[in-house]
């Protein structure tokens, strides 16, 4: 079975978020109840399906790393600042560990 195909838009002293590819827009998506994130949102089967807030911090990841949900193995494509920057398989939890280094990194 294929990796589903997300996106991660960060936006450097502003948010980021990740997305599936070809998605823009959250709002056809179920709410995720979880305390970690501006938005997240699932697939009608569960799944993740879109996360978004503006600084990722070390607490939420750490409240996610025991999440299944979060371990999926997925194919990330990443843009900074609109720029393609890297590819990359892994879970939403080094997708956030990516996320956050590129914010630190400034």
Same mark, same amino acid.
């Given at each position: 079975?294929?990796? =589903?195909?997300?996106?991660?838009d960060?936006?450097k =002293?502003?948010?980021?978020?990740? =997305?599936?590819?070809?998605?823009q827009?959250?709002?056809?998506f179920? /709410?995720?109840?979880?305390n970690?994130f501006?938005?997240?949102r699932k697939t009608s089967d569960g %799944?993740i399906?879109y ?5 990722? =911090? ?6 996610? %790393?025991t999440? %299944? ?7 990330f494509?990443?843009?900074?600042n609109d720029?393609e920057s /890297?590819?990359?398989?892994?879970t ?8 956050? %280094?590129e914010? /630190?990194?400034?």
């Amino acid at each position: 079975m294929a990796k =589903r195909k997300f996106i991660i838009d960060i936006y450097k =002293r502003d948010d980021w978020y990740i =997305r599936p590819d070809g998605v823009q827009s959250y709002s056809k998506f179920d /709410t995720l109840d979880i305390n970690a994130f501006g938005i997240a949102r699932k697939t009608s089967d569960g %799944k993740i399906a879109y996360l978004f807030d503006i600084f990722p =911090r070390d607490e939420d990841i750490e409240l996610v %790393k025991t999440n %299944k949900l979060f371990n999926e193995v997925v194919s990330f494509e990443c843009y900074i600042n609109d720029k393609e920057s /890297t590819s990359f398989e892994g879970t939403f939890v080094q997708a956030l560990e990516h996320i956050k %280094k590129e914010f /630190t990194d400034e």
